[in-house]
């Protein structure tokens, strides 16, 4: 089996934590110049635009040299680019390093905040922030936490090893727990392992329960409750990392999270920079054994949950203080 050739390093360094985009040209194709492949690939840039970009030598080689619109089309070439970022508003809660040597960083994440760029989130994220903040451009994300949640997630500072820590994910071997505040249900057997099949579709915003092998386990413990309030402190523990696992199990328990916009039902989205009410949900504890030096680690957020420390405040304005 033939390995495959690894791609040649970006030319253009990194704009506010973010990579330029790399675009490699198909083997096969009508198009005789590069513009003529870009213009039909990035066609949803707007009119004019692409063509604009070539005027500015904003398309480079793997030399860093600016790639003429009527150089000939070369397949397998490589191009890059820096794209557009879109306007965000600044989320205005810190990051905060927890634990940071030679090859990892974890930080405890606020509410708001997603950890790598995706869709209109891209500066505003976990990842871009910490390149920037710590002066580390190759640093990466071992895993995702939603952007709604807040707690601990785990960066790689060497590409080379990001793959080691990428599969203590995948293959189950690191101790997740979470909080969370939600309705108390007296009549609710506490603890409890939810097991399921939770199907998530691209382009629809919540997952759903269906049908066959259960592909998600999460135990349910009670940590403690405030009767008079209605509410209750949940222990989360995942034994599988499906998308949105955990708000999926307590809303199916009739215990939806307090703050959650998608479950039990899809609420209508709150403008740009409403950081009120946010999602009551916490990754508390992570731990593994560092797969290259072999330690063992034990992290545990600082975080509380709004809802629970002080509801007023988190009912009426939000929990801006995280």
Same mark, same amino acid.
């Given at each position: 089996m033939r390995r495959r050739t690894p791609p040649p390093p970006s030319p253009l360094p990194q704009r506010d934590g973010i990579d330029a985009v790399r675009v490699r040209l198909p083997a096969d194709g009508p198009w005789s110049t590069v513009r003529e492949h870009? !213009?039909?690939?990035?066609?949803?840039?707007? &009119?004019? @635009? @692409?063509?604009g970009m070539f005027d500015a030598g904003a398309f480079v080689g793997a030399d860093g040299r600016p790639v003429a619109g009527d =150089?000939?089309?070369?397949p397998g070439m490589f191009v890059w680019f820096h794209?557009?970022?879109? =306007?965000? !508003?600044? @989320?205005?809660?810190?990051?905060? !390093? !927890?634990y940071r040597d030679e090859h990892v960083v974890v930080v405890d994440k606020p509410h708001?905040? &997603?950890t790598t760029p995706r869709g209109g989130h891209v500066t505003?994220? &976990? /990842? &871009?922030?910490?390149?920037?903040? /710590?002066?580390?451009s190759q640093l990466g994300a =071992?895993?995702?936490l939603d952007r709604l949640t807040a707690g601990l997630v785990l960066f790689t500072v060497r590409p080379e090893e990001r793959g080691a820590y990428q599969r203590l994910f995948a293959d189950r071997r690191v101790g997740k727990e979470y909080e969370a505040v939600a309705p108390y249900d007296p009549s609710l057997a506490l603890p409890r392992t939810v097991r399921s099949r939770i199907l998530k579709e691209r382009g629809v915003l919540a997952a759903r329960e269906v049908d066959g092998e259960p592909n998600a386990v999460t135990r349910v413990e009670l940590l403690g409750r405030r009767p008079e309030r209605g509410l209750a402190q949940y222990r989360l523990v995942p034994g599988t990392g499906q998308t949105h696992q955990l708000r999926v199990h307590m809303s199916a328990l009739g215990v939806p999270i307090l703050g959650d916009p998608l479950y039990p039902e899809v609420a209508a989205p709150v403008p740009a920079g409403d950081?009120?009410?946010p999602l009551q949900l916490l990754a508390r504890e992570l731990a593994f054994t560092d797969p290259v030096t072999g330690r063992e680690h034990r992290f545990r957020s600082g975080r509380s949950l709004g809802a629970w420390t002080a509801y007023e405040d988190w009912a009426a304005f939000g929990d801006g203080r995280q």
């Open positions: 870009l !213009v039909e690939r990035l066609s949803g840039a707007g &009119a004019g @635009v @692409v063509e =150089a000939p089309y070369e794209r557009e970022l879109p =306007a965000e !508003v600044p @989320v205005p809660f810190p990051l905060e !390093v !927890v708001f905040l &997603a505003q994220t &976990a /990842l &871009a922030r910490l390149r920037r903040e /710590l002066g580390l =071992a895993h995702r950081f009120r009410r």
